[in-house]
């Protein structure tokens, strides 16, 4: 075995689930949150799709920090842990997520179908000449999960929009993280206009279903060539542009320049076609919206990179901070209202050690 670090209470509940038929504990790579990881290996499973699954055990929360993600205690929290909520809900409306096997204390102890190794974002790398069309059904899925209606079980969602406060708190902790030191003045007027930016991307569109972290590394390409969704745990209502900003401006794996105009213009039509944008919004003005979502967005990615590194003592992300860098000064020139800002910014930005 490779690793079997697997706590007591754990190892009782895999042994009772599994009933002797464990052949290895194989811990995988973590990521950022407090959730561990590994892949148990069966020797037969005959009401599985594969023969292994997935065990996630959830850790104590860290300590509150000023700079952890925002969460107000007036946000929805249902009576239940929203992975799993989120999953049926998912599940039942066609949205391919993870199959749960076994619940154990509201999510404290998942075993879940077993998707693989291979994320969008390598599945990019092993077949870039596939990669306009894994990002047109990314796309499409990303249409399906956006078009979802807010059913009764999942009213709890409506009391967590994407709100200026949160926008706002992100641009905060990018100039507390992403940003070396400014005078007051030049905060101060940075800051006002990142308030500014907060009142557009919060009220300018209607409400939908939100997954909030829609990148490629958060969708897994399966062994059927299927697309499944991962991580949508913080999953709220707000702007349709913010989960399409992430996907195309992606600080992994951003689309190359050649297929942006493409994706923008079939996704704007499909959106439209699928009453997601209103007739009053403009081309103009929704290429706008989306080029202002990605830059807040790759403003919170980097300063989120450097506060992982330096809170949690995870260097992971740091390689990919020049890329939040590249995406805003693209963005700055894709749409010549950021110019000014990034010109503010750009003298200031943290350089990433490790990159």
Known sequence: MKETTVPEKVQKVLDHWSKGRIQDVVRLAGDASNRTYFRIFLSESPYLKKPSV???IRNSPEGFRRSEEKSAPS????????????????????????????????????????????TLSEAFSRNPEQEANLREKAISLLLDFQSLKCEKEMEWVRNRPFSRDLYVWEFDHFLEYGIQEMSPLQISEIRREFCKMSDTLSESLPEVFLHRDYHSRNI?????????????????????????????FDAYSPVHPSLLEKIVVEYEKDARRMGLLPRSVTTHSFRSFLAQHAFQRNMKACGRFFYIDQVKGNPAYLPSVPKTHANMLFLSEWEPSLKPLWNQIKPHLKDSPRA
Do not use: C
């Open 54 to 56: 997935i065990l996630m």
């Open 75 to 118: 946000e929805g929290q249902p009576e239940g842990d929203p992975f799993v909520l989120i999953d049926r809900f998912l599940h039942k409306n066609h949205i391919h997520v993870p199959s749960i096997y076994l619940d154990v204390d509201e999510g404290d102890i998942l075993i879940q179908e077993d998707l693989g190794d291979i």
């Open 220 to 248: 897994m390409y399966t062994e059927d060539n299927r697309m499944a969704l991962i991580d949508f745990q913080d999953m709220r209502v707000g702007s349709p542009l913010y989960d399409v900003a992430s996907f195309l």
